[in-house]
């Protein structure tokens, strides 16, 4: 799953990955990243 990920002061402006091996999860967090380098607000 690709979710946003922030901070607690909206700075961070990620994107998150976790997984699951089904839809409903549980869901483990993988990691997170800026796209080259740049926010990411809404992925939806």
Known sequence: MY???DNASYKFAG???AV???PG???VY???FRP???ESR???
């Open 25 to 27: 999860g549980p869901f």
């Open 20 to 22: 699951s091996d089904k």
């Open 3 to 5: 979710f946003h990920l």
């Open 42 to 44: 809404d992925i939806g």
């Open 30 to 32: 993988v990691k997170s």
């Open 36 to 38: 080259l380098n740049y």
């Open 15 to 17: 994107v998150g990955i």
